[in-house]
């Protein structure tokens, strides 16, 4: 018995041609990119953007699509990962439009308001006829 490193065994040749050259593999088309969990979107969208549990839906198609893209299932991966990003942008826009939009109504109501007071300042400031005081 041979003990020695590294060992050098005869393979048979496993396609039908007398050379032992490999069998050729034809790709019909470009390998598709793995799906997107977009997990660490979802972790900050929990941990940030957490209106009305968006983001906690989020984190579970996340972790739901890590999991089918593990166990092999690519098509129902991409559907939950989709999901996923859905979410996620809509817990977004959730959580910073509204804030935004009130501090637009704020600036506008404070301009607004500040042209009032010039134009109320100039009615106080008539000077009247001292007759007027008697």
Known sequence: ???SFPREEAQAPTSGKA?????????LGAP???PHDHLIWSIFSTIYLNL????FLALVHSVKARDQK??????????YGSRAKCYNIL???WTLVPPLL???LVVTGALHLSRLAKGSAA???????DTDYD
């Open 32 to 34: 598709s990119p793995p």
């Open 123 to 129: 009615f106080f400031s008539t000077k009247f006829e």
């Open 1 to 3: 018995m041979d003990t």
């Open 91 to 93: 817990a977004a826009m």
């Open 52 to 55: 009305c549990c968006l983001g």
């Open 102 to 104: 009130l501090l637009g």
């Open 70 to 79: 593990v166990a092999g299932d690519l098509e129902a991966a991409r559907r």
């Open 19 to 27: 050379d032992g050259a490999a069998p050729t593999a034809l790709m």
